[in-house]
């Protein structure tokens, strides 16, 4: 079982530069997040989903998109990368949303110089 | 702004020791879980303590539980090297608990 698979695993961007990161579980979930984690702060949720096709802001949506236009992807997308979204990016999935255990990817660092 | 505190944040101890890391949450919850993490990984679910429980327990693993107090103990016995990691807890946020959030973690370290 693949389990949350996050691609790309690193990436540099300069400021300004747009990208995409993708997230796909295979355990056909509901409930797809993405956080990011910078040192000191913890994991704090930037987007979340629900369902196909929905999404929703979490704590720190600005500067970020995302997308879930099939059940096992959700995209994460940066329209014009700034220094401050430096960090390392984490996709979570789950079956019974927040009532429930949530799966983690390994990860995606994304340095903006 | 972060729902979860984490208490104390680093923690080094003797293997074989017990390590006790507590959290703190401002609002109701229906339930708590703790996550480790290993550096450079992503998050393990470890345990859910649900709001109507107190105490639960799975392997080395005891988890508490104070909804009066609004906090959470995560007590793991007789350490071993494996154990060092980050720990963190993370509580049901909103109506109809679609998301969790997470607090700022504890990193615990083993020494043999």
């Known amino acids: 079982n693949a389990g949350v698979t996050q691609t790309p695993k690193f990436r540099v961007l300069k400021t300004g530069q747009s990208m995409t990161l993708l997230c796909a579980q295979d355990?056909?979930?509901?409930?797809m997040y993405w956080y990011r984690q910078d040192p000191g702060m913890g994991l704090r949720l930037i987007h979340y989903?629900?369902?196909?096709?929905?999404?929703a802001k979490g704590e720190v949506p600005d500067g970020y998109n995302v997308s879930r236009l099939k059940k096992q992807n959700f995209l994460l997308g940066l329209e014009s990368a700034a220094p401050s979204q430096t960090s390392v990016y984490f996709c979570?999935?789950?079956?019974?949303?927040?009532?429930?255990?949530?799966?983690f990817g390994e990860g995606s660092r994304l340095t903006v110089l | 702004s972060q729902q979860g505190e984490e208490d104390p944040q680093a923690l080094s101890i003797q293997e074989g020791e017990n390590a006790t890391m507590n959290c703190s949450y401002k609002?109701?919850?229906?339930?708590l879980q703790w996550y480790r993490q290993n550096s450079g990984r992503g998050l393990v679910h470890l345990i859910l303590?649900?709001?109507?429980?107190r105490e639960k327990h799975s392997g080395r693993l005891r988890v508490t539980l104070d909804t009066s107090k609004k906090s959470s103990s995560l007590l793991i016995t007789a350490s071993r090297a494996a154990d060092t990691a980050s720990y963190f807890c993370?509580?049901?946020?909103?109506?109809?608990?679609?998301?969790?959030?997470f607090g700022q973690g504890t990193r615990l370290t083993i020494n043999p």
């Open positions: 979570a999935s789950s079956y019974f949303g927040g009532a429930g255990e949530l799966f």
């Open positions: 355990m056909n979930h509901e409930y």
């Open positions: 989903s629900v369902g196909e096709g929905t999404t």
């Open positions: 609002t109701s919850i229906n339930n």
């Open positions: 303590i649900r709001s109507n429980e």
């Open positions: 993370a509580t049901d946020a909103g109506r109809g608990a679609q998301k969790l959030v």
